[in-house]
C-alpha cells in the first residue's frame, strides 16, 4: 500500500492550488482526476478584484490578488511555461451616469488602487463604445488549459496522479487518516468542482451549479489587445483570436452546447463590436457556485475529509489563498474565514 499526507480528489483551479501549497511545505500527496470534468478549462481565465456591473471591490479581493500574482508566476517559473499575462480590462461605460459612477468609485479607498481616474475614449472604429471606457488596473488572465495540461504532465513523471474516477464507496475514513483502494493517507481533500454533487459525503443543499457557455471567434478586423468588458467579457488570444462569454444558467449540470446560448452570445457580441466577426466554436463548462456566492472550505462530521470547493467565477483570483487557508486550517489549527467556512451552513 501507497503512503502519503494527502489524497486529492479534481485537478481543477482548486485541485492545482491545494497541490502547491501541499508541495511547498514539502507534503506528499496523490491526485485522482480523469482530466474530463473542469470548468477550469473552459473558462476565460481572467482574473479581477472588481465587480464590474456595479463597480465595488470583491470580498477581500485585494488580499487574493496579492496571493495570486506571485503564485501564478511561481508555478510559470516550476512548469517553465508562460501562463501568465498582465492584460487590463477595458470596460465599456454606456452613459454619462456610467462615466459619473466610474470616477466617483475610482476615487474610492477600496477601488482607487484597481480603477483608473480617467475615461478612455474609444479609438477603435470595431468597437461599439461612444461613451468610452473606464480601465481596470491590476488584473489579467492566465492560460487555464495550458497550464491544467502541464500541470498534469508534471504530477504524472512524479508518479502523483491516478487518472482514473474516483468511486465514493471505496473510501474508508479510520480514525486517524483514510484509505482508498491501495492507498492510504493521513487526510483527504475533495476539490471536485460541480462534480461534488455525486459525493456522498458533501451536504449538496447550498450547492448550485452554474452552466457557461463561451464562443470562440475570428475577427480579423477587432484588432484588440485589451480585455474588453460589456454585456459579456472578449477575451484576446492572438491572431485575431478571441474567446467571448460567457452565459450563466443555473441549476444546469449538462457540458453540452446549446443553440439558444449561441444566439444570446452572438447577440450580445453584436452590440458590443460592428467589424465581421466569424463563430469558430462554443464550449461549455459547469461553475462550481454556492447560494451565498461564497466558497465552501473545511470538514463537516470527519476531520480527515476536506472540501475546497464552492469557488464559483473568481476561482482564478481566489484558489491560490483559499488554499493556503485550507492547509493553514488542516495542519496548523488555523481557523478559516467563517464566511467560506463549510460549517456554516451546519444549521
Same mark, same amino acid.
Not at 464507496?169 to 493517507?185: I, N
Given at each position: 500500500m501507497k503512503h502519503v499526507d494527502y489524497i486529492v480528489v479534481g485537478l481543477g483551479m482548486a485541485g492545482i492550488a491545494f497541490c502547491e501549497t501541499l508541495q511547498k511545505h514539502n507534503k506528499s500527496f496523490v491526485v485522482y482526476d480523469t482530466g474530463s470534468n473542469h470548468s477550469t478549462l473552459v473558462s476565460g481565465g481572467v482574473f479581477n478584484p472588481v465587480v464590474l456591473k456595479r463597480f465595488t471591490a470583491v470580498w477581500k479581493g485585494d488580499a487574493f490578488l496579492q496571493k495570486a500574482i506571485p503564485f501564478y508566476h511561481a508555478v510559470s517559473e516550476r512548469l517553465q511555461l508562460h501562463i501568465l499575462e498582465k492584460t487590463p480590462i477595458y470596460r465599456v461605460l454606456n452613459n454619462i451616469e456610467e462615466?459619473?459612477?466610474?470616477?466617483?468609485?475610482?476615487?474610492?479607498?477600496?477601488?482607487?488602487?484597481?480603477?483608473?481616474?480617467?475615461?478612455?475614449? +474609444?479609438?477603435?472604429?470595431?468597437?461599439?463604445?461612444?461613451?468610452?471606457?473606464?480601465?481596470?488596473?491590476?488584473?489579467?488572465?492566465?492560460?487555464?488549459?495550458?497550464?491544467?495540461?502541464?500541470?498534469?504532465?508534471?504530477?504524472?513523471? +512524479?508518479?502523483?496522479?491516478?487518472?482514473?474516477?474516483?468511486?465514493?464507496?471505496?473510501?474508508?475514513?479510520?480514525?486517524?487518516?483514510?484509505?482508498?483502494?491501495?492507498?492510504?493517507?493521513?487526510?483527504?481533500?475533495f476539490a471536485e468542482g460541480a462534480s461534488v454533487v455525486k459525493n456522498p459525503f458533501f451536504p449538496t443543499d447550498n450547492f448550485v451549479g452554474n452552466k457557461g457557455e463561451y464562443l470562440i471567434i475570428k475577427a480579423p478586423k477587432l484588432k484588440c489587445d485589451a480585455i474588453l468588458k460589456g454585456p459579456l467579457f472578449i477575451i484576446p488570444f492572438g491572431n485575431d483570436t478571441y474567446k467571448v462569454g460567457a452565459t450563466y444558467s443555473r441549476d444546469d449540470f449538462s457540458k453540452n452546447t446549446t443553440e439558444e446560448a449561441r444566439k444570446v452570445l452572438a447577440s450580445k457580441l453584436e452590440k458590443m463590436i460592428s467589424c465581421h466577426y466569424e463563430i469558430v466554436d462554443q464550449v461549455a463548462g459547469v461553475r462550481p457556485t454556492v447560494k451565498d456566492r461564497k466558497p465552501l472550505l473545511g470538514n463537516l462530521e470527519h476531520e480527515n475529509l476536506l472540501f475546497l470547493n464552492g469557488l464559483g467565477t473568481r476561482?482564478?483570483?481566489?484558489?491560490?489563498?483559499?488554499?493556503q487557508w485550507l492547509f493553514d486550517y488542516s495542519e496548523n489549527n488555523k481557523s478559516l474565514p467563517y464566511e467560506v467556512n463549510l460549517a456554516r451552513f451546519k444549521n
Open positions: 462615466q459619473n459612477d466610474w470616477l466617483v468609485s475610482s476615487d474610492k479607498k477600496a477601488l482607487s488602487p484597481f480603477l483608473s481616474s480617467e475615461i478612455i475614449k +474609444n479609438e477603435n472604429p470595431s468597437i461599439k463604445a461612444p461613451y468610452g471606457f473606464g480601465k481596470v488596473l491590476q488584473c489579467g488572465r492566465i492560460i487555464p488549459s495550458k497550464m491544467i495540461e502541464s500541470y498534469r504532465e508534471l504530477l504524472q513523471k +512524479n508518479d502523483e496522479l491516478i487518472t482514473e474516477e474516483f468511486e465514493h464507496e471505496h473510501l474508508h475514513l479510520q480514525g486517524r487518516g483514510v484509505s482508498y483502494k491501495d492507498v492510504s493517507a493521513k487526510k483527504i481533500v476561482g482564478i483570483l481566489m484558489a491560490p489563498l483559499l488554499a
